[in-house]
C-alpha cells in the first residue's frame, strides 16, 4: 500500500508508483508488505552488484566511519584512486566527477563549448546527436535530447543541435560542417529502447571526426561499467572517443557520475572553469572503487557476457512463441530489450504483481537490467514468470 502521504507531499513528476520497496538482498527486493520480487531493474541500471552486496557495504562503511564529504579543496585519495582505475579501464586521460549522468553529460557539452570556442577564427557551437537518444533532463542533456516527450513544455531549449538517425552514417557525416565542435550519441541507446550502435557505423564516426576535428563524445551512462558485457559500451567496437559521460552503475546505488576526457583533452578545464560540491567524494568515491573491486574479483565482465547470452537466448524462444506480443530481442550483455507489438504497460504491471520488476523503454519495449552477479535460476525463474504472463495475456487480451 502506497502512503497517502506520497502524492500530498510529493511532486507528481514520476507516475504514481504502486508499491513501496523496503529491502533487497541480491537480486530479491521486498516490498513493505512482505512480498518478494525478482529485480531486474536494478534502480534502472545502477544497482549492478545487486542489493547489499557485502564488500560494497563494508567498503562505504569504512569509509563513512573515516571521513563522508570534505570538498574539492582538498585532495582525495579515494578519488585520485577511483581516477587512476578508470584511466587504466579506458584510456590516457584524466576524469571530472560529478553527482548524475545529466550533469555527466552537461560536462561533455561544455567541454564541447570550451574546445569550439578556442578552434580556428570561427567559434564552433554545433553539437550533432542521435535522434532517439536521452542524455538526460537538465536544459543541456535535455536540449541533445530528441524525443517531444522529454521537451515538450521547457522551450526554447539550447540552440546548435542537429538530430540525426543513429547509424545513418551517411546522416551524420553530412550534418557534421565545418560549424560543428562535436558529436553525442550512446553506444547503446537505452530510454530510446535498447537499439545498439553498430560497431562500423562508430569506427566511421571516429575516423569523420578525427579527420575533421571534432570531438567524438560517448554517453556510456546506462550501458557502461560492465552491462553491456564490455566496461563500457563502446568498447566492442574498438574505437577510443575524445570523451565519455559515466554514471548509474558506477556507485552501485550511491550517486556518482564521472566524465572520462582523453589525453588530447584531459587539461581543456582549467581552475574553476568547471566544478561541483559533493563531485568525487570520498564516500562516493569508496562505493564506485567497491563497484570496480567486485567487477574485477568476480570477474563480472565476462559473467555479464555469458548471461546475458543467455538470457537473450530465452526471450528470443517468446518470439514464434507469443507472435501476438514478441517481436525483437535487441541489445546486448545485461541490457536487453524485449520489443512487444503492443503498449507494454499492462504486461510490466502483470509482471510485478507475478513478482518480476522490470521496466518500459521506447519503442514498446520491456527492458531487462538484472544485475550483472545475476544467477541463472534467477533469469530461469523470470522467465518462466514471463511465460506464464505471456500465455494469459495472448488468451485472455489479444484473442479478444
Ligand atoms: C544514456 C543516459 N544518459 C543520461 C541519463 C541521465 O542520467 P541521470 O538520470 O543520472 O541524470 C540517462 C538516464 O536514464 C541515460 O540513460
Redo the contacts with the bound molecule.
Sequence with gaps: MISSDHSKFLVGNYAQPAIEIVRGKGTKVWDSEGKEYLDFTTG?AVTNLGHSHPHWIHSVTDQANEMVHCSNLFSIPEQVRLAKRLVEKIGPGKLIFCN????A?EGLLKLARLVGNKQGTQPKHKIVVADNG????TLG?LSATASPKYRTGFEPLLPFFDFVPLNDIQAFDKAIDSETSAVLV?SIQ??GGIYEAEDHFLQELAAICTARKVLLLL?E???GIGRTGEFLGFQKSGILPHAV?M??GLGGGFPI?AIWIGEQYADTFGAGSHGTTFGGSPLACSAANAVLDVIEEEDLIAKTKRKGEYLKEKLLQFIPKYPALAHEVRGRGLMLALALKLDPSPIVQQLRDSGLLVVGAGGYAIRFLPPLNVQEEEIDHAIHIVDTIFSNFELNEVSS
Excluded: P
Design positions: 534502472i548524475s549522468g545529466a550533469e553529460n536521452f542524455h538526460g533532463r542533456a550512446e537505452g530510454e554517453d551512462v546506462q550501458a559521460a554514471a548509474k557520475g
